[in-house]
């Protein structure tokens, strides 16, 4: 019982320090220098607000978004677009600076901006924290987009049951609302002082010792947390639907699962679900629980430690948590109970001016790797949550996987950001690699017809080569041919086709070159067609 009451002893101390200023933060990108070809379309930004706000300390994952998102450019056809990020705090929020005139979309990451913004945020009563929530709140109703992952996800859904422990009191108070989803958190009413024998949190808290050799902002990445799971998705929603295969790899770190109501009051779609054999079933990453013994002793020696560290004054309180020993492990075993259970969801919100809003339980921004399985660390006298209970053993090195497993699921972000700004469907970013054919509408088509190509911007000088083939049947078809390759992108990616074989079925998919002053690189060929139509006569 002190545990638990020291418990809400912290939180409220990092209460008093939850509203900070602004502050920017910008990359610099150190690429060759070398020239770029002119492009004289106009560009479209897409302005997309990422909050920052990480009020208890946490780590979080806000600036791997800004990495893949700020500056990503594509072009549809003779359309371009790009995203324009901008970090924001909750200070901007209160000042009402979150509006439809200034974002098209809010984008909350996990981890300490979405769990700690929901956990703090639960102190509903409290005069700012309920005008930061309409802040959102009204600005989805007035049509801005929101998409939120892990934490963030839980910052916008309440609870699907009654809360039964403080944590579940505070996600469930903290909740915006605004989604017609729920969550599912995971057995997580244990002890919240003790690392539950059946809690998803015991997934966050691995040892790492061998991080990736990557660039500054990517060796954040280097970690290996969680479990990578290949989650089925559905095809029927545009962020999916261009998708060669059926299901895809994602990083889960402990986020919930999301269910929609049976009889929703607007459109909601599931787009993926945690995958039929559960986390927590599988022999390589089942785990057991770890209990803590080292009362309040084990929390004042981890208070000592972190400000031994140097940390900043305000994660305190937090790194008492982290770095409080011992604990010990147990035997008993933890079950999710996530099988089956939806992990993305899409909806739009029932007014008239239809804004966005796209869950996450999984973390589609984290790396994902291949092999290897999940051991507990050796227990000793001086284990603790900053030191990880858990190490990922035998995984497949880095270097001999063909994936880019670094960016492999960043496609995803990219296009739930782009769909919450209300994009046109057709004109999300590509999916299968740095280009793609763009759907041809309608799939009934004359015998000469457009054919536009949807391709990431590069600082290279870019082309984009168009293959197609053939089938009188739709069942047996030609080899692919090449029709032509566009060398200049100031006036979009265009081909005029005209049907060189006849009237029957045409299958297309492009290939992206980009020309550097050492060499060419030119994607891989994509595992499936991209779009397809049938020609009658004319």
Known sequence: ?????????????????????????????????????????????????????????????????????????????NRSYEFDITEIYDEDILKGRLTINNFDALLVPGGGVGDAESLVKGFRHLPKVKKWKNQIVNFIKEGGGYTGYCGGASLMAQLDRKPESLIEWQFDRGSLGASCVKMFLPNTTADRFELSR???????????????????????????SGVPVDIPIS?????????????????????????????????????????EKGISDNESTSINAWRYTGGIRGLIKGLIKSISMNRRSNDFEASAYF????????????????????????????????????????????????????????????????????????????????????????????????WVAKLLDNDLPP????????????????????????????????????????????SSWSEWESYGTDTDDSDGWLWEFNSPDGPGYYQFYSIRNVEYKSHIET??????????????ED
């Open 235 to 275: 095809k029927d929603h545009p962020i999916f639907d261009d998708f060669s295969e059926n299901a895809t790899r994602v990083s889960w770190v402990g986020g919930p699962a999301l269910i929609p109501p049976v009889n929703p009051d607007r459109e909601v779609h599931i787009l993926a679900r945690y995958p």
């Open 1 to 77: 019982m002190k545990l638990k009451i020291l418990a809400i002893l912290i939180i409220l101390t990092m209460v008093g320090s939850t509203f900070v200023a602004s502050a920017d933060v910008k990359y610099n990108d150190d690429s060759e220098n070398i020239v770029v070809a002119n492009n004289y379309m106009e560009t479209k930004e897409v302005k997309i607000a990422i909050l920052c706000e990480e009020p208890i300390g946490w780590g979080s994952a806000k600036f791997v978004f800004i990495y893949l998102l700020d500056n990503y450019r594509w072009t549809v056809g």
């Open 323 to 418: 770095m409080a020993g011992d604990w010990e492990y147990t035997n008993r075993k933890i079950e999710l109970n996530l099988s089956n259970k939806p992990c993305m969801t899409a909806e739009i919100y029932p007014n008239n001016n239809k804004g966005r809003i796209v869950l996450s339980g999984p973390h589609p921004e984290y790396p994902v790797w291949w092999g290897g399985h999940i051991e507990p660390m050796p227990d000793t006298d001086k284990n603790c949550l900053y030191e990880g209970f858990f190490k990922w053993t035998n995984i497949t090195p880095f270097d001999e996987t063909p994936e880019n497993e670094l960016s492999h699921t960043w496609w995803i972000v990219r296009r739930q950001a782009a």
């Open 198 to 224: 059946e809690s998803t949190m015991a997934y966050l808290w691995f040892h790492n010792d061998d991080k990736p050799d990557y660039n500054e902002v990517e060796d954040m990445l280097g970690f290996r």
């Open 523 to 536: 994607e891989n060929i994509p595992p499936g067609p991209d779009a397809i139509v049938h020609v009658d």
């Open 431 to 474: 999916v299968n690699g740095a280009s793609q054919i763009s759907d041809i509408y309608p799939y009934e088509q004359p015998s000469i017809f457009t054919v536009e190509g949807n391709a990431e911007a590069s600082i290279g000088l870019t082309s984009l080569s168009l293959y197609y083939r053939y089938s009188e049947d739709n």
